[in-house]
């Protein structure tokens, strides 16, 4: 039996009954590849754990100065400017950034890195859907470097940067218990270990006689904005003093530009923390109280230790939990003392 990573195109070809070309189009993600055929390939490659032999295509050669970069959303402003500060390094250092978002999907996640892998990309910075997805146990696998972003992992051989998320929960936490309201309501978006952390904190933290009402799946600034109307006929928000803890600054500023046109008072009436500290946030509607997490320091400091392990790959993997802060603005202020 072929070990993992051993295949070549030619052994998934003759397992999967195919040509090494339609193998070539699986890989390079064209169009013109049966369904149930790319299925069968794409499950072969993935038993075998097949990384494309870089010497074999003939990319050994001299350095590419090209990092790939992948993120969850290019539409969302968090990863853009965790992406703008890793450019921000690599320019200096006459490297380039092929960037690529998984849309928060795994198999196309592992898709990318795998098109990363064949290529003469000379590290990857990856900010993954999970902390021990399948991409990053095979970019572990390829003994390319490669950093992970907005996740901590446990396996000490794998470096990344990110937030302090439990941290960043905490801190809401400790403001509401300062700031007492009738009800404090919770919105979150894609499952994540970073949201997950920053829910611990936050109900390890915040006064027990709170009953927060959890409301999940809420994604984007439109989804924010369209929630508004249950807000309001469901949880009375305009009639009960209230807290949003919105775990995504996107969402938090939606919510707060539909709440502004219904004529609902903020923060009088109703607070909103949002999470991140998008540059938007200082300029929503009403300007938006929210954690910060310092994003282009994230990836500045992801491009800085790659360039550093592309240079010694066997320098000992960093592993960087930056502290956040709250940035109180005018959606969520503190209460004057008594």
């Known amino acids: 039996m072929k070990q993992l990573g051993s295949m070549t195109i030619a052994d998934i070809a003759k397992k999967a009954g195919v040509s090494t070309a339609t193998v070539s189009r699986v890989l390079s993600e064209s169009d013109k590849v049966k369904p149930s055929t790319r299925t069968r390939v794409l499950d072969i490659i993935e038993e075998y754990s097949y990384i494309p032999n870089q010497l074999a295509q003939g990319l050994a050669g001299s350095p590419t100065k090209t990092i790939g970069v992948i993120i969850d959303e290019l539409s969302n402003h968090f990863f853009i400017e965790i992406a703008e500060g890793v450019d921000s390094i690599l320019q200096n250092e006459n490297y380039s950034m092929q960037l690529s978002s998984s849309r928060w999907i795994g198999d196309r996640e592992l898709r990318l890195t795998r098109s990363l892998l064949s290529s003469r990309v000379e590290g990857v910075l990856i900010a993954p859907v999970d902390p021990d997805s399948p991409s990053v146990r095979l970019l572990k696998k390829s003994g390319i470097p490669f950093v992970v972003m907005n996740c901590s992992v446990e396996d000490p051989d794998v470096a990344y940067v990110s937030g302090n998320n439990r941290r960043g929960g905490e801190l809401v936490a400790e403001f509401l218990n300062r700031n007492p309201r009738e009800q404090i309501i919770l919105i979150t978006g894609f499952p994540h270990q970073s949201v997950s952390e920053r ?95 310092s994003m282009r320091d994230i990836g500045r400091i992801a491009a800085m230790e790659l360039l550093d392990l592309i240079k010694d790959p066997k320098k000992e993997r960093p592993r960087h939990n930056i502290e956040p802060r709250l940035v109180i603005r005018e959606s969520a202020v503190e209460a004057p003392s008594r």
């Open 199 to 293: 829910l611990s904190g936050f109900f390890d933290t915040l006064d027990s006689a709170y009953k927060p009402i959890h409301i999940r799946g809420v994604k984007t600034f439109e989804d924010g904005h369209d929630l508004v109307p249950l807000l309001l006929t469901r949880n009375l928000i305009a009639k009960i003093k209230t807290t949003l803890f919105v775990t995504n600054d996107n969402v938090a500023i939606g919510i707060t530009d539909r709440l502004v046109r219904e004529g609902v008072a903020i923060p009088d009436q109703v607070t909103i923390i949002g999470y991140d500290d998008i540059r938007m946030s200082a300029f929503s509607r009403v300007p938006l109280t929210t954690v910060s997490q």
